[in-house]
């Protein structure tokens, strides 16, 4: 995509399009592709990293600039700076069919993640796979909302999959048991892993009573396994209801 401008043309690769219309006027700016996202969830600070010029178009791909009077009258300031943080904020990305249709399913993958991370079976109290949460979402023919972040849709879908599959937003309430010659190293391991420890007793074997998300299970599984060579042990004594009212996804 070419951008000609009166005094140079500038030729723009993996343009994304952020569009807003204000005081009957369209207004663009060019950004790279995969940092408007970062910018408005807060992992990208730097404008410079977003934008590919600081110039507000009318027209991006015609490389139409917009007047300083349309941006003045529009925004109550010539500032670009300023004026591109509001588009950013408030504008439309635009994107193809094809490119949509993408992140549709993106999104829909990284929702069945979420639900199987933080959700179990209450009657094998074990976690659901994130492929048969994906089909159970297909099965209420669940649509991802683009302006609703996953973590919140997450919470829409556990409760609209109640009616169709046993499911519990949960803690996974387990007692881990590991050698003496192993416990020290392998707390270690497991630490970023455990939501909670509720008890802990060092004898001559390391007892465990902790609080997971179920997402943690199998990757906890695995590891006391190959790290001990069976030697220790890992038991489900209960679940941890997530109350309800409880609306943050951590």
Same mark, same amino acid.
């Given at each position: 995509m070419?951008i #000609?401008t009166?005094?140079?043309q500038?030729?723009l690769?993996?343009?994304a399009v952020?569009?807003?219309k204000?005081? *009957? $006027?369209?207004f %663009?700016?060019a950004?790279y592709?995969? $940092?408007v996202?970062?910018? !408005?969830?807060?992992a990208?600070k730097?404008?410079?990293?977003?934008?590919q010029?600081s110039s507000? #178009?009318n027209n /991006?791909?015609?490389?139409?600039v917009?007047?300083?009077?349309d &941006?003045?009258?529009?925004?109550?300031?010539?500032?670009l700076? +300023?004026?591109c943080?509001?588009?950013l904020? $408030? *504008?439309e @990305?635009?994107?193809s069919?094809?490119e !949509?249709q993408?992140?549709?399913?993106t999104?829909f993958r990284d929702?069945?993640?979420?639900?199987a991370?933080k959700?179990?079976?209450?009657?094998t $109290? !074990?976690?659901?796979?994130?492929? @048969?949460i994906?089909?159970?979402?297909k099965?209420?023919?669940y649509s /991802?909302k683009?302006n609703k972040s996953?973590?919140?849709?997450?919470l829409?879908v556990i409760?609209q &999959?109640?009616?169709?599959?046993e499911i519990?937003r949960?803690h996974?309430? @387990?007692? &881990? /048991?590991l050698?003496?010659k %192993?416990g020290?190293?392998?707390?270690?391991? &497991?630490k970023?892993?455990l939501?909670?420890v509720?008890s +802990?007793?060092?004898?001559?074997q390391?007892?465990?009573?902790?609080l997971?998300?179920?997402?943690? #299970?199998r %990757?906890?599984d695995? @590891?006391?396994?190959?790290e001990?060579?069976?030697?220790?042990s890992l038991e489900?004594l209960?679940l941890?209801?997530v109350?309800?009212?409880?609306? !943050?996804?951590e």
């Amino acid at each position: 995509m070419s951008i #000609f401008t009166p005094t140079n043309q500038i030729r723009l690769t993996n343009v994304a399009v952020v569009r807003m219309k204000k005081g *009957g $006027k369209r207004f %663009e700016i060019a950004c790279y592709k995969n $940092k408007v996202m970062s910018w !408005r969830s807060g992992a990208e600070k730097d404008l410079d990293e977003v934008l590919q010029t600081s110039s507000v #178009f009318n027209n /991006v791909s015609k490389g139409q600039v917009a007047k300083k009077d349309d &941006l003045s009258k529009a925004f109550g300031t010539d500032d670009l700076t +300023e004026i591109c943080k509001e588009i950013l904020a $408030k *504008g439309e @990305l635009q994107v193809s069919d094809k490119e !949509r249709q993408s992140q549709l399913e993106t999104s829909f993958r990284d929702i069945a993640t979420i639900v199987a991370e933080k959700c179990v079976n209450p009657e094998t $109290k !074990r976690p659901y796979t994130v492929n @048969l949460i994906e089909r159970a979402m297909k099965d209420i023919h669940y649509s /991802v909302k683009a302006n609703k972040s996953t973590k919140q849709q997450a919470l829409e879908v556990i409760r609209q &999959l109640k009616d169709s599959i046993e499911i519990q937003r949960a803690h996974m309430r @387990l007692r &881990l /048991v590991l050698p003496a010659k %192993e416990g020290k190293r392998l707390k270690e391991k &497991l630490k970023p892993l455990l939501k909670v420890v509720e008890s +802990e007793d060092f004898d001559d074997q390391l007892e465990m009573v902790c609080l997971v998300d179920p997402g943690c #299970f199998r %990757e906890i599984d695995e @590891l006391i396994r190959c790290e001990t060579k069976g030697k220790g042990s890992l038991e489900v004594l209960s679940l941890k209801d997530v109350e309800e009212g409880d609306e !943050r996804l951590e």
